[in-house]
Structure formats: structure tokens, C-alpha cells
């Protein structure tokens, strides 16, 4: 009779001493991402350059071209299953310099095409600052 009792007794207290065995502490810590412009994609007047900034100092950046490009127009837009925001200008785009995004703009990860006013003579590449 005592062992039917002093078991089930027994097995309440271990299960139940880790409910009670003090603090827990979980630590959650973010590390920032880059800064950083993919492959871009020239086809006629129109080329396609994905840039990232994962950063999170919202310090804007510069995108430039390899040659100096004559712009028709710019779009920007969120890439897919991304949240970010869309770049503001900071100065207006001239020679190899495309588009300046403005302090607290160009968050995330984002799509930018390019509209050449003519086609490239040579082939394009970007990079980002």
C-alpha cells in the first residue's frame, strides 16, 4: 500500500521541479544585413538591377553605373515577398551616377529599371554605395 503512494508522490515531485527551477533567459539579438546590388539585366534601353540594403541605419546609398548612362525615367518597386522602402532622390542622376536614395528611403529589397534616353554602346554593370 505505501508503494502505490510513494510513487505517484515521488513522480508529482520531479515533474513538477522544473516548473519552479527559477528564470529563463532568452536572448534575441539582430545582425545587420548589407548593402549590395545584383546582376543587372540590359536588354535594348531598359535595365533591371536589384539592390538591397539590409542595413538598418537608413543612410541611403548611390547606385552608378560602369559608363555614364542618359536616363528616360526610373521605377522602383518592392521585390517580391519583400517589405521596403522605395528610394527617394537625393540629387538628380548625372554621368555614371543613376540614383542617390535619400536618408531614411531605399530600405529593403527593391527592383530598380532604368529607361535609357539610348542603348548601351558597351555592356552595363552597377554597383552600390
Known sequence: ??????IPAVALLLLAAPASA???I????LVPGKLQVGTARVSGRTATVTV???RGTGAGW???ASA?????GITARCAANSTCTLPELRSTPSGAVV???ARD???GIMTVTLRLAAAAKAPLSFTVS
Open 68 to 72: 555614364p548612362v542618359s536616363l528616360a
Open 22 to 24: 527559477g528564470t529563463i
Open 99 to 101: 540614383l542617390s536614395a
Open 52 to 54: 538591397a540594403d539590409g
Open 1 to 6: 500500500m505505501l508503494r502505490r503512494i510513494l
Open 26 to 29: 532568452v536572448k534575441i539579438g
Open 62 to 64: 548611390t547606385l552608378r
Open 105 to 107: 528611403s531605399g530600405m
